[in-house]
């Protein structure tokens, strides 16, 4: 009787853990369902829910058996563990250009493909800064040219000179 009473909060952990230690869901198997009705306003069709939002990514990963890192007297089965590897996420960068409604005005949101026009006035100025520096790359042009003139002259110069003619008889 004594003996029985120590086995049995044995037999219940060990009937429990083995219960629901390795006890794996399967997911039951969807059959594809055609499509509903779209409502206009309500739902964005399939090829524009990725436009918008992102799905959640999952993976699974096939265990072997293995021994339990916490109790050496247990042995978990080979199963598969599904990993959610990323979740569903607002798509902030789509690769197609998205009409975004402004009101009465719309607005393409690729900003990549359209330029962003300039006032009239900030043109202006563009194209006199343009001028402008134009000009100064002209004069920049014209002063090395007449400094490597000046510079050959120098060299010409010091050489016609006396070798030994130099201020203070040294």
Known sequence: MRRRTKLMPILGALVLLFGTGCATKKK???AAAPPPVPVSGTDLDQTNVEKVRAGETLKAYPIGRYV??????VM????????????????????????????????????????????AELEQKVAEQNQLM????EQNEALAAELAKLGKELTDLRGRAPSGGTKGGQ
């Open 76 to 119: 978990h089965e080979s199963h598969v563990v599904y990993r959610k590897e990323a979740g569903a996420n607002w798509n902030l960068a789509p690769n197609a250009p998205t009409v975004v409604p402004l009101g009465p005005v719309l607005a393409v949101s690729d900003g990549v493909t359209q330029g962003n026009p300039l006032p």
């Open 134 to 137: 134009a000009a100064l790359i």
């Open 28 to 30: 039951p198997s969807v």
């Open 68 to 73: 339990d890192p916490n109790d050496p007297n």
